[in-house]
């Protein structure tokens, strides 16, 4: 092994050590988002969408809306220990639970692990000016596009995509479109090519 391997070994064996009082809620949270069953995709659509109708009938400036995720997390993180012992009393922990559990950590690590080299990339190599002009057009359709459009229904619209995109990866949706769309264009190309005999 060399020893950039080494590292991360040691850094993903610290990762699920950090989260080792979270791993019942995890490996469950893990399933929803991925939708072991059918009605999961419903659950986290409708969940999202309560969070952001009170959130919208609240109409909560950002600074008290962050300062209030900020106290619920912090107090999330303080009582889910205690909390996860009394729910999570009951599910035998075996080796299906570990390989997910496991599973999920390393692609926390691999997330966390791309984060830094785009940091990296963006904020202390030396970029070309095309680069940077393209950076600075996308910025700004992204400053024009959230002038006029809702700001909380984007967050709402963004969410439910990340939410959601686990179990579109997970249910293969992607493929299924994509190979229904190439089927559709190849169906088309051959009437036409019939046609221009």
């Given at each position: 092994?060399?020893?950039?391997?080494v590292?991360?070994?040691?850094?993903?064996?610290?990762?699920k050590?950090?989260?080792?009082?979270?791993?019942?809620?995890?490996?469950s949270?893990?399933?929803?988002?991925?939708?072991?069953?059918?009605?999961?995709p419903?659950?986290?659509?409708?969940?999202?969408?309560?969070?952001?109708l009170?959130?919208?009938?609240?109409d909560?400036?950002?600074?008290?809306?962050?300062?209030?995720l900020?106290?619920?997390?912090?107090?999330?993180?303080?009582?889910?220990?205690?909390?996860?012992?009394?729910?999570?009393?009951?599910?035998?922990?075996?080796?299906?639970?570990?390989?997910?559990?496991?599973?999920?950590?390393?692609?926390?690590?691999?997330?966390?692990?791309?984060?830094?080299?785009?940091?990296?990339?963006?904020?202390k190599?030396?970029?070309?000016?095309?680069?940077?002009?393209?950076?600075?057009?996308?910025?700004?359709?992204?400053?024009?596009?959230?002038?006029?459009?809702?700001?909380?229904?984007?967050?709402?619209?963004?969410?439910?995509?990340?939410?959601?995109?686990?179990?579109?990866?997970?249910?293969?949706?992607?493929?299924?479109?994509?190979?229904?769309?190439?089927?559709?264009?190849?169906?088309?190309?051959?009437?036409?090519?019939?046609?221009?005999?």
């Amino acid at each position: 092994m060399t020893t950039s391997q080494v590292d991360q070994k040691r850094a993903l064996n610290k990762l699920k050590h950090d989260l080792e009082p979270f791993r019942t809620a995890i490996v469950s949270a893990y399933g929803v988002l991925t939708w072991e069953k059918n009605y999961y995709p419903g659950v986290v659509f409708g969940s999202i969408s309560v969070i952001f109708l009170v959130l919208w009938y609240m109409d909560l400036s950002v600074i008290t809306m962050l300062s209030l995720l900020a106290l619920l997390t912090t107090v999330l993180d303080y009582v889910f220990p205690t909390i996860s012992r009394l729910l999570f009393s009951g599910v035998n922990w075996d080796g299906d639970h570990e390989a997910k559990f496991e599973d999920v950590c390393g692609q926390m690590y691999n997330i966390k692990a791309n984060l830094v080299v785009w940091y990296e990339y963006l904020f202390k190599e030396r970029k070309s000016t095309v680069f940077v002009i393209m950076i600075g057009v996308f910025l700004v359709a992204l400053a024009w596009i959230g002038a006029i459009v809702n700001n909380l229904l984007l967050m709402y619209l963004g969410t439910l995509l990340i939410a959601m995109w686990p179990g579109l990866q997970e249910k293969d949706v992607f493929k299924g479109i994509t190979k229904k769309a190439s089927k559709i264009i190849n169906e088309k190309i051959q009437c036409g090519k019939r046609k221009l005999q």
